[in-house]
């Protein structure tokens, strides 16, 4: 269980330290910001238990002293809500769930899924916390982290922090694949014309919401280079 504050040492105009203030205010985790000018952040940062560098997380269990490092850590403590939306949506699909999910993995590994489909069901639901009705509440999730998104957008930026294409960027538009399902990915990914009616829809909805859209340019016009 989280405290009910967090500490995290910063110095306030650093985009790094921003970028951890943004994930911690987007995952609804509190946290008391102490704030330092440079050179002396040196020293704050040491006392806190961490580098030579800010921002520094305190937390429970550790500290953590690198924005990667709190991204993921927030990450951990906020439910998955596009994956397990689409999990939902794909474990009541066993051929078509299997055909892409298996691609290139060991053949035991597929045969061995595919004789126990039903136990892997039950895991995945027992793992992801899937109760009747919750896609309801996952859905609306969704739709809020895309309404965000296409606000920071609405001001004509480019890319949602700085000038060129970074890491906000990728962390958007590899969490939304799951919903925009892009054409262009590391592996194909079933395109809407396969799927159900139902989850077709999602997808194209997704896909025609502004961020929807923005994670598509995203994946065309970055990751394309790579997979290509």
């Known amino acids: 269980m989280l405290p009910a504050v967090l500490r995290l040492v910063t110095i306030p105009i650093s985009h790094y330290c921003e970028k951890a203030r943004w994930a911690l205010e987007r995952a ?12 002396i952040h040196r020293i704050a940062a040491r006392r806190a238990g961490g580098g030579a560098t800010v921002p520094v997380l305190v937390t429970p269990e550790r500290v953590l002293g690198e924005s990667e490092e709190i991204l993921v850590w927030i990450d951990q403590q906020t439910p998955p809500e596009h994956r397990r939306l ?15 999910n298996n691609q290139g993995v060991p053949r ?19 793992e992801l916390g899937v109760t009747p009705g919750i896609e309801v509440d996952d859905e609306a999730a969704v739709w809020r982290e895309f309404d965000f998104v296409a606000e920071l957008l609405a001001d004509g930026r480019e890319y949602l922090c700085g000038e060129r294409f970074g890491a906000a960027d990728l962390t958007f538009a590899a969490l939304s694949a799951s919903v925009i399902v892009p054409p262009i990915y590391g592996v194909p990914l079933p395109q809407p014309e396969l799927l159900p009616a139902h989850t077709a829809s999602l997808v194209r909805q997704a896909r025609g919401h502004p961020a929807g859209g923005y994670a598509l340019r995203l994946f065309a016009d970055h990751r ?5």
């Open 86 to 100: 689409m999990y939902i949506h794909m474990l009541a699909q066993r051929k078509l769930m299997l055909r892409f």
């Open 28 to 39: 609804g985790i509190p946290y008391r910001e102490e704030r330092h000018v440079q050179a």
């Open 108 to 126: 035991w590994e597929d045969r061995a899924l595919r004789l126990g489909w039903p136990l892997a069901v039950r895991w995945a639901r027992r």
């Open 224 to 228: 394309r280079e790579t997979v290509a």
